[in-house]
């Protein structure tokens, strides 16, 4: 049971990608599911997730007005467009049950998938 990660690759700056998160072994249907990255020598970094309803979303300053998440039950799949790449967006995205934050946690409850581990991710590399 785990989401893997697909869509990375190597941009220049200023260009874009569509990274995909699959659930492989359950449905993605009402889970709560975020991405994070990590850049070499660096903690992971939540940078966006989304509610279980999809009615609620949230995005780290770092990439709001960047970055857009969406999800397709129906493909059980979830979904981050990168838009205006920078270099300092390099790193390898992963995708889990969990948000950076608890802020519609009450208004918009989902469930939280807790047993799925960590997948490989997906490498994204912008050049300068």
């Known amino acids: 049971l785990q989401f893997v990660e697909s869509g990375g690759g190597s941009v220049q700056s200023g260009g874009s990608l569509r990274l995909s998160c699959a659930a492989s072994?359950?449905?993605?249907?009402?889970?709560?599911v975020g991405w994070y990255r990590q850049a070499p020598g660096k903690e992971h970094e939540g940078i966006s997730c989304?509610?279980?309803?999809?009615?609620?979303?949230y995005y780290a300053d770092s990439v709001k007005a960047r970055f857009t998440i969406s999800r397709d039950d129906a493909a059980n799949r979830v979904y981050l467009q990168l838009t205006n790449l920078k270099p300092e967006d390099s790193g390898v995205y992963y995708c889990?049950?969990?948000?950076?934050?608890?802020?519609?946690?009450?208004?918009?409850?989902?469930?939280?998938?807790?047993?799925?581990?960590w997948g490989q991710g997906t490498q994204v590399t912008v050049a300068s």
């Open positions: 989304i509610s279980g309803s999809g009615r609620s979303t």
């Open positions: 889990q049950s969990r948000c950076p934050t608890d802020r519609f946690a009450a208004e918009d409850p989902s469930l939280v998938a807790d047993f799925v581990t």
């Open positions: 072994g359950f449905t993605v249907d009402y889970y709560l």
